[in-house]
């Protein structure tokens, strides 16, 4: 057994489903407290200075005062791909979008090539780098998206390094087919029939090797309109794979409607996002993925955070590693920009970064609190209260990582 002890406070949020409207800022602030775990799993939880007996036999690590959350769950990324795109930045500074770069043949399109020139062990190391540095910051589930092979062979070979970095390293990778990242060279101009290529090659041999658990695509003016959008993640759910959309991005072409309509379990983005795209999300119960980090990248202004709160959509708040428009992996930073830009309370953050991040890529059973049963994953940080972890930025605030009841640092 091991004993997490001296913990100053422990604070969660409760529950296996994603909390939203006011219940998003109810945290459990337990002071004074303990963590017993067994079999990496919680088994008791203490409070007001309360231990378990102790024996010989239990291991026992000493907060030192200081904040315990549950690990922090990135409930979105792209962190497999070849090459980088700095050299974007001076075409970016001069005034070229997002969207411009990508209509040129660069942007996601660079990165394509690149990936497609690596091996699958060459991209395996490469993005073990990734997950190892993840893990220092406090990140102990990740989920990961394909969508730089865009062909048969390219994208089961980045869902193949999903699957590797799952079973060898300490983290949890979810995988997620994004094959409709981008229209392929191979197939420019003719967008319906790539999204059939990939819903009658690609897509079945994703399930038949096991490679995904989420479909999702790229909804976005100039990239796959909402007919495509919808017969792709129709496809996939068709062979059991849950929806994710990137939606409302940079237009709101009616991404976050679709995502209400399929009752997708989470729309990601949603910078541009309308009223309709709200309501529909909220009678959907799909939970709301916002990447700050992206909008500062990209410059542009920050998803309507306070205004899902307010109408009952759960938020959860994930990185966006990827080398074009977010190149930071560190969450951390997005729960400052949480804080600061999203003007969300520090108890709405954590649960966004935990237990609403568990639930938007379908782990809100097992993960994303600190309740008698769930997975021992839990961060000891180097600050007294969540407020600090959401002030300070720049630091890694990280003093000790426990994932799956095993220490990591
Ligand atoms: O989530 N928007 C689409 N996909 C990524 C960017 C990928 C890239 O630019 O390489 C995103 O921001
Ligand atoms: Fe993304």
């Known amino acids: 057994m091991l004993l997490v002890k001296n913990i100053g406070v422990l604070q969660t949020p409760l529950g296996v489903h994603s909390l939203k409207g006011s219940a998003q800022a109810e945290n459990l602030k337990l002071r004074n407290a303990a963590v017993a775990i067994s079999d990496g799993k919680i088994t008791a939880i203490y409070k007001d200075g309360e231990l378990p007996k102790l024996s010989d036999d239990i291991q026992v690590i000493d907060a030192e005062n200081c904040l315990v959350t549950p690990g922090l ?8 791909f070849g090459g980088w795109r700095h050299n974007e930045i001076p075409l970016k500074l001069g005034g070229a979008t997002y969207l411009d770069i990508l209509k040129a043949g660069g942007g996601i399109l660079d990165t394509v090539r690149h990936t497609r020139e690596m091996s699958e062990d060459e991209l395996y190391f490469k993005s073990k780098g990734f997950i190892d540095e993840m893990l220092h910051l406090g990140v102990t589930t990740v989920e990961s998206k394909s ?4 062909n048969l062979k390219d994208e089961l070979k980045m869902l193949r390094v999903n699957k590797r970095l799952d079973k060898n390293t300490p983290i949890d990778v979810v995988s997620t087919f994004l094959g409709a990242h981008a229209i392929p060279p191979e197939y420019s101009d003719r967008p319906d029939e790539y999204i059939d290529y ?6 079945p041999e994703v399930k038949r090797n096991d490679l995904a ?16 959008s919808k017969k792709m993640l129709l496809a996939g759910r068709k062979l059991g794979l849950g929806s994710k959309i ?42 709301a993925a916002l990447l700050p ?12 955070a306070r205004e899902m709160i307010k109408k009952g959509i759960p938020v959860a708040i994930a990185s966006d590693f990827n080398p074009g ?29 935990t237990l609403n991040a568990a639930c938007a890529i379908a782990r809100g059973e097992s993960i994303g609190t600190i309740e008698i049963g ?31 009841g095993e220490i990591l640092q």
């Open 198 to 203: 990939l819903c009658e090659v690609v897509l």
């Open 325 to 353: 428009s977010c190149p930071s992996l560190n969450l951390q930073f997005a729960i400052n920009l949480g804080y600061l830009k999203y003007r969300m309370l520090p108890e709405e953050i954590l649960t966004a970064v």
């Open 213 to 228: 658990e989420f479909c999702d695509v790229f909804c976005e003016d100039s990239v796959f309109d909402v007919a495509q």
């Open 147 to 150: 969508g730089y092979g865009l």
């Open 246 to 287: 990137h939606a409302d991005e940079i237009e709101a072409i009616g991404g976050a409607v679709l995502a209400g309509e399929l009752g997708a379990v989470s729309a990601e983005h949603l910078i541009a996002t309308d009223e309709r795209g709200m309501d529909s999300m909220r009678e959907g119960g799909v939970t």
């Open 73 to 80: 769950v990135d409930c979105h990324t792209h962190l497999v």
């Open 293 to 304: 980090a992206t909008s500062f990248y990209l410059g542009k202004t920050y998803a309507p």
């Open 374 to 404: 769930k997975q021992a994953d839990l961060v000891i940080w180097n600050a007294p209260n969540f407020e600090m972890v959401c002030y300070r930025f720049g630091s890694n605030q990280i003093k000790k990582v426990i994932k799956k």
